[in-house]
T-cell receptor, first 113, second 116 residues
Framework: DAGITQSPRYKITETGRQVTLMCHQT?????MFWYRQDLGHGLRLIYY???????DKGEVPDGYVVSRSKTENFPLTLESATRSQTSVYFC????????????FGEGSRLTVL | AQTVTQSQPEMSVQEAETVTLSCTYD???????LFWYKQPPSRQMILVIRQEAYKQQNATENRFSVNFQKAAKSFSLKISDSQLGDTAMYFCAFMKREATNNDMRFGAGTRLTVKP
């Protein structure tokens, strides 16, 4: 019963490098989300996906790329990491559009030096 | 755009006492969900309680209850008989019910410390 898993849990990288955060869910949920958590801002939506091959921007999408070729995977890529992208990243999922609750992964802490 | 405001960055309470965390939100929508999530030091986001806007009755989950005031756009969380394990960040969140937008908006959080 793995649920939703993120990897890596911790990552340190340098400015300008490409970084990919992985998210995998075993529930076959339709919707998946990427949030970033920063002090004073709570969680803010980066991108979300309603189904495989369907993605859309959230509140803070700049500098990030997502894809969803399979229902269970939703990777988040920082194409050229910047210090402002130092944050804790959460992947989340939910079964359908009218179900309110989000199920979260354990988070990935990314530090960009 | 919907906004969620938690005006108490930090709060503390003695073990076994009751504490109330405040949350207000701004929306023109009529159908929506409101949530309280708990984030302990482990960083895991855990759903504490959920309220559907069309329901007038306040949601309760064991020691956790809400005071939902739709007209005032207020959604406070009451924790009764506080326990040390309640120490965590608490986030209030709002989500429109319509399928066209599934963005869950979060407040900045309230850090709650339960003191022995």
């Amino acid at each position: 019963d793995a649920g939703i898993t993120q990897s890596p849990r911790y990552k340190i990288t340098e400015t300008g490098r490409q970084v990919t955060l992985m998210c995998h869910q075993t529930w076959s949920h339709s919707y998946m989300f990427w949030y970033r958590q920063d002090l004073g801002h709570g969680l803010r939506l980066i991108y979300y996906s309603a189904a495989a091959d369907i993605t859309d921007k959230g509140e803070v999408p700049d500098g990030y790329v997502v894809s969803r070729s399979k229902t269970e995977n939703f990777p988040l890529t920082l194409e050229s990491a910047t210090r402002s992208q130092t944050s804790v990243y959460f992947c989340a999922s939910k079964p359908g559009s009218y179900t309110g609750e989000l199920f979260f992964g354990e988070g990935s802490r990314l530090t960009v030096l | 755009a919907q906004t969620v405001t938690q005006s108490q960055p930090e709060m503390s309470v003695q073990e076994a006492e009751t504490v109330t965390l405040s949350c207000t939100y701004d929306t023109s929508e009529n159908n929506y969900y409101l949530f309280w999530y708990k984030q302990p030091p482990s960083r895991q986001m855990i759903l504490v309680i959920r309220q559907e806007a069309y329901k007038q009755q306040n949601a309760t989950e064991n020691r956790f209850s809400v005071n939902f005031q739709k007209a005032a756009k207020s959604f406070s969380l009451k924790i009764s008989d506080s326990q040390l394990g309640d120490t965590a960040m608490y986030f209030c969140a709002f989500m429109k019910r319509e399928a066209t937008n599934n963005d869950m908006r979060f407040g900045a959080g309230t850090r709650l410390t339960v003191k022995p």
